[in-house]
Every structure is written in C-alpha cells, then in structure tokens.
C-alpha cells in the first residue's frame, strides 16, 4: 500500500533527526537508551533499498550485542571530534575544495542558502555550517513545514523545490563520499549501520523530491 506524502515526510522528519543527533551530538546515555528503544526493523524492515535494509541490519546487530555505551562514544570520537586526524570528517568543505579545510566556499554557500530561507543555525558553538548533521537539522525544519501545510490543506511547492535545492546542490554532491569513509573508518556497527541507513534515506528523499545527484570534483 502505497503511503500518503503526509505519512512519507513524516517518516523523513524522524529520519534527518535520527541522522542529526547520530552524527552532531555525542552520545548519551538517553540518547542510546532512545536507539535501544527505536523500532528500526518496524520502521524500514520493508523497505526495499538495499541500504536501508543493511543499515538495519547492522544497526540491530550491534544494539542485540555485547557493545556498550563507551565503545560507541570513542568511535564518535574518532570519526568526527578527535583529538587524533578524524576519521570521517563530516564538513562538506572537507570534500569539495583542494585544501581540505574548514569553512570554504561550499560552507559559505550553505550558510547564505540558510539565510535565504530565513534560518540561522545556532548551535551555541562557532561551528560550520555543512556540517552533515546541521544539514539534517535544517531539512527536518524544512519538512516539519512540508507536513503542516498538508495537513492544513496548503501548498507544498515552494518548500519541495527548496529540499529539492538544497539535496542537489549542497547535500549529495559529496554525502555519498562521506558516508563511504563513515562506513570504512567506523570500528562499531552502529556507525557502519547509521552510515547505510543515512545513504538510503537520501536516495529515497531524492526519489521523492527530483533531486539529483551531480557529479563533482571531490578531494578526500
């Protein structure tokens, strides 16, 4: 049974707060209490992105095994804080531009998008504002608006070619290249699992907005 678009950003909406806590906020002992809790096979066990599917799976694996709660903060450490060369840096600017640096002219780019849609990611702390899990932060935001104008009757257009935008031009240019080295450098499973179940749900959210994956020049 095919889902109504209400049913479908909703599911998109638990999914980019899924990834924006996974991958910008260090985990808690609440926060893995909450993925212990989160129904993953209910939630995507039909799917039939192979992504997904694997994402699950690893995931599940992991929380049905001996891991604890420390093991899985010192691979957050080591992918995306440090103090050592991070494993999987999650900045866009990273990928896209010959130095490899922070703060770029992607980065730039992201943060003026941000400002023509009326939002300031403030997070407390002088951050860039490509980073991946930011960028979940904003497409929730995004979606919430998506689901509520449905809801209420009202047109979805001008926010879809927004997504639709934002996932083209500034997400899956170099997300998928991310989300690779996550998946290689990861030593838990949960990691190698979010770094599945986060590609198949771009694939799904491009489906489902026209986005398109362009081909660029990437340098990590």
């Given amino acids: 049974m095919n889902q109504k678009p209400q049913e479908v950003l909703a599911d998109f909406h638990f999914a980019c707060q899924l990834f924006y806590q996974g991958l910008h906020q260090a985990p808690s002992d609440d926060f893995f209490q909450n993925i212990k809790d989160i129904p993953f096979a209910e939630i995507w066990g039909k799917s039939s992105n192979s992504s997904i599917q694997e994402g699950v799976s690893l995931i599940t694996n992991e929380l049905q095994s001996s891991s604890d709660l420390n093991t899985i903060r010192q691979d957050f450490a080591a992918l995306f804080v440090g103090p050592n060369v991070l494993r999987a840096a999650p900045w866009g600017s990273v990928y896209l531009t010959e130095e490899q640096t922070l703060c770029g002219e992607s980065t730039l780019a992201v ?110």
Avoid at 137 to 160: K, N, P, Q, V
Avoid at 191 to 219: C, D, H
Wanted: with cysteine; net charge negative; hydrophobic share 45%.
């Fill in 111 to 220: 943060k003026a998008f941000y400002r023509e849609c009326g939002l300031a990611i403030d997070t407390g702390e002088r951050e860039p504002e490509d980073h991946l899990g930011l960028m979940f932060a904003f497409m929730a935001d995004r979606i919430t608006r998506m689901h509520d104008a449905l809801e209420a009757g009202g047109s979805i257009d001008g926010d879809m070619d927004i997504l639709k935008s934002f996932l083209t031009d500034h997400v899956l240019t170099w997300a998928p290249r991310f989300l690779e080295v996550l998946h290689d450098n990861a030593e838990t499973s949960f990691y190698q699992g979010l770094s599945q179940l986060i590609e198949g749900n771009l694939q799904l959210m491009a489906s489902f907005t026209g986005a398109e994956y362009k081909i660029v020049r990437l340098f990590r």
